[in-house]
């Protein structure tokens, strides 16, 4: 069993990720780690289990239980890195340099730049040694999703349409909302960087079961909601390599309207995706099939998948840092192009 190390204590830490390690079969949770001491006893008061308490690392008060400290233990091979997103990059990179391996939350890196330079800085590392780096997007892990993506490839033909359509309203009382770091996002695209990279890998994943994937978009942005800066809202046009356009739109500042869908459509038939249900009809079907889903986040699955790759020594493709670039690729392109709605290339 891989002794692994949560660093974070935020509400993803606490409601995913801490009750996904302690599924996992493969990975035994020793330590936490938060930037002040009372964060970190607040995620360790959550495991009921007083054997099973893991050890407190901090940053504030400065002392020996640094993350420097933690990384030093070496039986501990693995980390999950659930930080504020400027603060990730630096600690993945630390924690790779201590030979621990990886699996980060998304996005990958605040801007595509800063992902590239992460990804090379992990390929400069000696071959022989380099330790697994994987990145988590769970919506590559949710059931539904596979399920309507083995529907498109079953049902074939050329694509010929697409649409990805989200809506939301970020409350004020929101725990997400409610983080500092998240109110005054110092990084591009607020919630739309936070959460708008878990609907793009979606349209990339089904998109890539019907061959092709996202090459350009033309996008308008814009703020709908005062609070949620600096904006939280793109709509676009996008085209894929075989030259088929579609078009994406993602909004976290509309009130009183709740969509989460995407939609491909071939020659042969369509399907339509939600979290909930897998719509689809083929040519010479009288009627929809409509299949559905109970309600899963995939961070059990793609934290015991992040478990079976360090006990394999080999990553999970759905985890690659490769396609977490792509996503925030798609992300950064939209939200380039929003003030002016110039054509960018998103790959």
């Given amino acids: ?12 830490a606490k409601t995913q990720h801490l009750p996904a390690i302690e599924a996992a079969s493969d990975l035994n949770l020793l330590a936490v ?8 006893a607040a995620l360790v008061s959550l ?37 504020p997103i400027l603060a ?4 993945i990179r630390k924690a790779l340099a201590a030979g621990k391996h990886v699996l980060s939350e998304k996005p990958i890196a605040p801007d595509v ?36 993506a083995d529907k498109i490839k079953a049902i074939g033909g050329r694509l010929v349409a697409f649409h990805l359509i989200m809506n939301g309203f970020v409350k004020e009382e929101d725990e997400f909302y409610n983080t500092e770091w998240r109110k005054v996002p110092g990084y591009q695209g607020g919630f739309l960087l936070d959460g708008g990279v878990h609907f793009l890998a979606g349209l990339r994943f089904l998109l890539a079961a019907a061959g092709d994937e996202v090459e350009r978009v033309a996008c308008f942005s814009s703020l709908l909601e005062k609070r949620l800066p ?6 676009a046009v996008a085209a894929t390599r075989g030259g088929v356009n579609g078009t994406v739109s993602i909004s976290f500042g509309t009130e009183f309207k709740a969509t989460l869908e995407v939609c491909v459509v071939t020659t042969e038939g369509r399907v339509t995706w939600d979290p909930s249900k897998v719509v689809s009809v ?29 006990a394999a020594g080999k990553a999970d493709p759905l ?9 925030l690729a798609l992300l950064e392109a939209l939200l380039q192009s929003g003030p002016s709605g110039s054509v960018k290339t998103a790959v």
């Fill in 88 to 91: 990730q990059p630096a600690v």
């Fill in 113 to 148: 730049k800063g992902a590239q330079e992460l990804i090379a800085y992990y390929d400069s590392l000696p071959a022989a040694t380099r330790p697994i780096w994987s990145v988590a997007e769970n919506f590559r892990f949710l059931p539904v999703l596979h399920d309507a």
């Fill in 33 to 40: 780690y938060s930037r002040s001491q009372s964060s970190a």
């Fill in 319 to 327: 985890q690659s840092p490769q396609e977490a670039l792509k996503d």
């Fill in 230 to 235: 600096p904006v939280d809202s793109v709509h």
């Fill in 1 to 12: 069993m891989t002794g692994v190390a949560l660093l974070g204590a935020g509400i993803f």
């Fill in 47 to 83: 495991i009921k289990d007083s054997s099973k308490k893991p050890q407190e690392y901090y940053d504030s008060p400065a002392g020996s239980n640094s993350l420097d400290a933690l990384l030093a233990r070496s039986d501990i091979s693995a980390v999950i890195v659930s930080l």
């Fill in 282 to 310: 083929r040519r010479g079907q009288a009627d929809e099939e409509t299949k559905k889903f109970e309600q899963d986040f995939g961070v059990v699955a793609e934290v015991a998948a992040f478990g079976k790759s360090v």
